[in-house]
């Protein structure tokens, strides 16, 4: 159902579309968030651009042939040279539970990279995607979470909190980390608990 995928090195399904949000790693410009739209029946034949496009420009000098027509654009491009493998997360939704990140944090999809540790997290309007806002607190105005070199899975739980796996370190054999980010609740601090992560809500304290 699907084409055009470079690398996909993790996905995540969305529970409430059924959508499928599929981090895939570039050629040497540009990390790619994409999402399969799912609809019910028979699911669209989707073209995702590789190798007549990486990110956002084009795809290798020696691609031969005629680009194809629509293509469909990732929802989130890194350029910066500091990511060389997307992590996929989840797009997250709120449980009902005391470990919800917020009504602001509804709908939006986490991405990170393995080498630099730096986590986004990008917002659907309704038609089309773009960075979420800065919250305060968090890491920076790109990255809401930084220091989370070698996460190689994310996952939302059924409790609200999102959990990762963690190498000891990039390309560890051995060693390593099962983390999760939740809300301790309001307070004009971020503090991470435990670990070295520097995680960024909403005028929140997250533990890992």
Not at 184 to 199: H, R
Request: with cysteine; net charge negative.
């Amino acid at each position: 159902i699907a084409y055009g995928l470079r690398n996909p090195f993790r996905m995540e399904i969305d529970q409430a579309t059924g959508n499928c949000y599929i981090g895939d790693v570039g050629l040497s410009s540009s990390e790619e968030l994409s999402e399969y739209v799912w609809s019910p029946g028979t699911q669209n034949l989707v073209n995702f651009g590789w190798p007549w496009r990486e990110g956002l420009g084009g795809g290798p000098s020696n691609c031969g042939g005629s680009t194809p027509s629509g293509l469909v654009n990732p929802i989130a491009a890194v350029t910066s040279s500091s990511w060389n493998s997307i992590v996929a997360g989840p797009r997250y939704r709120n449980q009902g539970g005391a470990n919800d990140f917020g009504a602001s944090y509804e709908g939006d999809a986490f991405y990170l990279d393995y080498f630099s540790g730096q986590m986004r997290r990008v917002t659907f309007n309704g038609s089309s995607w773009s960075p979420a806002p800065a919250v305060p607190g968090q890491a920076s105005a790109t990255n809401w979470a930084t220091s989370m070199v070698a996460t190689a899975s994310m996952q939302q739980g059924p409790d609200g909190a999102i959990y990762y796996l963690q190498h000891a370190g990039t390309y560890g054999t051995n060693g390593g980390s099962f983390k999760r980010i939740r809300p301790l609740g309001p307070t004009n601090s971020v503090t991470a608990i435990s670990g070295n992560n520097q995680i960024g809500p909403a005028g929140e304290a997250f533990q890992t």
